[in-house]
């Protein structure tokens, strides 16, 4: 009792906006608030309305946030108001949350942390505000680390020329003159062993040990490793197949018998073989065994349904509803391959294809697909009925990096339209057969941007004398995401491509490039972006403008994403500024002509990914943009363009 007192005579430091309605708590009144179920007859529990953090200096409040146990509610939930109490004072919770922090900062290198707590009243009666007051001391910091080999000299010698082992050694955190951190022990031990494992030591351990002088704030590091035996695969486990061999799963791992061990090795066939159509599930690992040179290795898989119907579905201003209905069966011929048909459609495209896939077609990281298909895809500027085969050859280099080599031949049908008509006399029939290469290098997972993504695209037509139309079509895409905080991320892009044909005109409306639209440049709508063409009524009158296309395209987006954490779990803002231009001829370019839009957005991170809604803003539109016509404006369009879809930007 005695102590509780003295904490709770200290006053807050509470910020301008309470520092009037707040007043201190005598422990005598806050016990007995603490223990009564009400106040009175009107008045509930005491709340806690806000947790505040003072003194610290190495960890923000975001962080510190999460280690107590003691929440204040956020803004979306004090907007709730017909929800009552969840979130009373606990005189118990808040002595945890002094331990859990002194905890925390212990294990970081602070031993002289001190931690206390001061509750004070809030705007109303039952509000109380938490104050953790922290006190961080002098670090603990790293004196000396030596590395200790439990190997012989040969050994260590090859291990300490290897530079993936330098690179590890200098990427340790607890080098000498940084601070000391307990909870870096189990990293570091990682660390090492994994690299040790990724030369060849299968059995290799490392033990991390130190020596804390308190008094003088400083500590020893001692790094223990023990190599063993360079290790040689031996006998590959299979566990799990059903419908296939166990000589098939070995062969799409791409383990063999006789290969240097090492874990990127096996962190390689977990991903080649969860990316087979058969397998949903896949572990890679060494089972219990003797130290030796032979080492055995265990694949556990579990197969997917050989026979699936999956009906997916989407809205969006641009397509404003679309669906897609698949059937596939997978291992159709005891063989491991997948066949599927798959229907898709919305208000602009309509689509209908087969694939037949065959994995490991050369080798484990190869796949070869032949997909016939027929296609229907109807724009503002042209109508196009398509259908023909394409066939794929796609080449798994790494997780990161992805190789295609595909050639298509196709029958086409294109059809310029006047907006909503088509117009029938600038019919076009003609055959594609081109060759198309691309690449993709992607360091992001999921629906979240990390890292590089760049995608570079060729395609040539005509070649061989095949086909009625040449032209060669080359892009770079390129993204890149910088995570300024955890919760705020910069998003970035660049677009560009170009398209070699005799003339604009004399390419098909459905190969050239466009921009503008919700993954485009957003203040726009779909393909608005760039050259137009005025279309006229009979008696002569303006009736709207319709893109063109071009030679040459090229776009920037530039995006800053913020996480809601504290307000709205799973929500997100963003502000953007997207610029860009199509070209009608690509000795045209010119990046003075760059038209500009701005704007911001509301995603929600729900489980089939980002729901986003954007409204862009055009900050210099050109007269086809605002329907403007021999100086006289005919209205329908607007500066804002509102942008909703599932799905990022980009």
């Known amino acids: 009792l005695v102590s509780i007192i003295l904490i709770l005579l200290f006053p807050a430091m509470g910020d301008a906006a309470d520092a009037i309605a707040e007043t201190d708590l005598t422990s005598a009144k806050y016990l007995e608030m603490a223990k009564a179920p009400f106040l009175d007859d009107d008045q509930h529990n005491p709340q806690v309305r806000k947790v505040r953090f003072n003194g610290n200096e190495t960890y923000p409040n975001m962080i510190l946030r999460e280690i107590v146990g003691t929440k204040a509610p956020r803004i979306f939930r004090r907007m709730q108001f017909w929800k009552k109490g969840g979130f009373d004072v606990s005189e118990t919770e808040l002595r945890r949350d002094v331990i859990r922090l002194q905890r925390f900062y212990n294990r970081r290198g602070f031993y002289e942390a001190r931690i206390s707590f001061e509750v004070t009243q809030g705007r109303k009666d039952n509000h109380r505000i938490v104050t953790f007051h922290i006190r961080e001391g002098e670090p603990n910091i790293v004196r000396d680390l030596h590395i200790h080999f439990d190997a012989e000299t040969e050994i260590v010698e090859a291990i300490e020329s290897d530079r993936s082992y330098q690179q590890a050694v200098n990427r340790n955190p607890l080098r000498p003159g940084r601070r000391y951190e307990f909870i870096r022990h189990t990293d570091i031990e990682s660390m090492l062993q994994n690299t040790l494992q990724d030369m060849g030591y299968a059995f290799a351990t490392a033990k991390v040990e130190a020596t804390v002088d308190t008094a003088a704030f400083e500590t020893d590091v001692h790094i223990h490793l023990k190599p063993g035996v360079v290790g040689f695969l031996e006998n590959i486990l299979v566990e799990g197949n059903s419908t296939v061999s166990e000589e098939m799963v070995r062969y799409h791992s791409g383990l063999r018998k006789g290969q240097q061990f090492s874990n990127r090795r096996l962190r390689s066939a977990q991903q080649m073989l969860f990316r087979h159509p058969l397998f949903r599930f896949v572990t890679v690992n060494v089972p219990e065994q003797e130290e030796d040179e032979d080492v055995d290795i265990r694949l556990r898989v579990r197969e997917a349904p050989l026979r699936t119907i999956q009906l997916q579905g989407g809205v969006g201003t641009e397509e404003i509803v679309r669906g897609q209905l698949s059937w596939t069966h997978r291992n159709p011929f005891g063989n491991a391959h997948r066949f599927s048909v798959t229907a898709r459609a919305s208000f602009i495209e309509q689509r209908a294809n087969m694939e037949y896939l065959v994995p490991g077609f050369l080798n484990p990281r190869s796949n070869l697909s032949f997909s016939p298909y027929v296609l229907r895809e109807d724009e503002r500027s042209y109508l196009l009925k398509s259908g023909g085969v394409f066939n794929n050859l796609t080449y798994y280099h790494s997780q990161y990096l992805i190789g295609n080599i595909g050639y298509e031949f196709s029958r086409n049908t294109v059809s310029q339209k006047d907006g909503a008509k088509v117009t029938t006399d600038s019919t076009r029939v003609f055959n594609v057969s081109s060759l198309k290469l691309s690449a993709l290098y992607n360091q992001s997972t999921g629906t979240v941007g990390k890292g ?11 070649f061989l004398n095949t086909g009625t139309i040449v032209y060669q079509k080359l892009s770079l895409d390129v993204r890149r995401f910088i995570d300024i905080t955890p919760t705020t991320q910069l998003a970035l892009r660049t677009d560009a491509g170009v398209l070699f044909s005799s003339d604009p005109f004399d390419t098909p409306a459905n190969i050239r490039f466009y921009a503008g639209g919700t993954n485009s440049v957003r203040g726009w709508l779909r393909s608005q972006l760039g050259p137009k063409r005025a279309v006229l009524n009979d008696d002569g009158s303006f009736r709207t403008y319709i893109p063109t296309g071009g030679q040459a395209m090229a776009m920037f987006n530039s995006e ?19 610029g860009g231009q199509v070209f009608l001829n690509y000795s045209d370019m010119n990046f003075n002509d760059f038209q500009f839009g701005v704007g911001g957005g509301i995603r929600y991170m729900s489980p089939i990914g980002p729901i986003r809604l954007d409204f862009g803003y ?19 369009v607007s500066r804002w363009v509102m942008h909703f879809s599932i799905g990022q930007a980009f």
């Open 618 to 636: 055009k900050l210099n539109p050109d007269d086809s943009d605002m329907n403007r016509f021999n100086g006289q404006r005919h209205g329908g």
């Open 560 to 578: 800053i994403r913020q996480d809601l954490p504290l307000f709205l779990e799973g929500f997100q803002l963003a502000a953007f500024l997207d």
């Open 452 to 462: 590089w993504a760049v995608r570079p695209y060729a395609e040539v037509s005509g």
